[in-house]
């Protein structure tokens, strides 16, 4: 069973930054071809796709988040991260790690997540 846990989360000023990361663990035990990435989903929204890293460090970003949020891993000790710069009150959210099985070619829908980690809370005030 793949593991995923958040941290990073936290309350911060509009214009500011916040990084969250993603512990991993037993990935690869299920799949030798995946992407990771982090959702997020705001009171009474759906969840939404923000960013997605592939095996060969190709990535894909929601429109909104796109020249603000950075995602990366370190691979040796199997972290995700997401750089989030130039916050606004709409990231607001609970931001959520998740695994697909197979490389994506886009930021996947809700329903191609296989794993999702418990959720960080990032409130941007104005």
């Known amino acids: 069973q793949v593991q995923l846990v958040e941290s990073g989360g936290g309350s911060v000023q509009a214009g500011g930054s916040l990084r969250l990361s993603c512990a991993a663990s037993?990935?690869?035990?299920?799949?030798?071809?995946?992407?990771m990435g982090w959702f997020r989903q705001a009171p009474g929204k759906e969840r939404e796709g923000v960013a997605v890293?592939?095996?060969?460090?190709?990535?894909h970003f929601a429109d909104s988040v796109k020249g603000r949020f950075t995602i990366s891993q370190d691979n040796a000790k199997d972290i995700l991260y997401l750089e989030m710069n130039s916050l606004k009150p709409e990231d607001t959210a609970m931001y959520y790690c998740?695994?697909?099985?197979?490389?994506?070619?886009?930021?996947?829908?809700?329903?191609?997540?296989?794993?999702w980690g418990q959720g960080t809370q990032v409130t941007v005030s104005s």
């Open positions: 998740a695994v697909r099985g197979g490389n994506c070619f886009g930021v996947p829908p809700n329903g191609e997540i296989r794993y």
């Open positions: 037993r990935i690869t035990y299920i799949y030798s071809l995946y992407c």
């Open positions: 890293l592939n095996r060969d460090g190709s990535t």
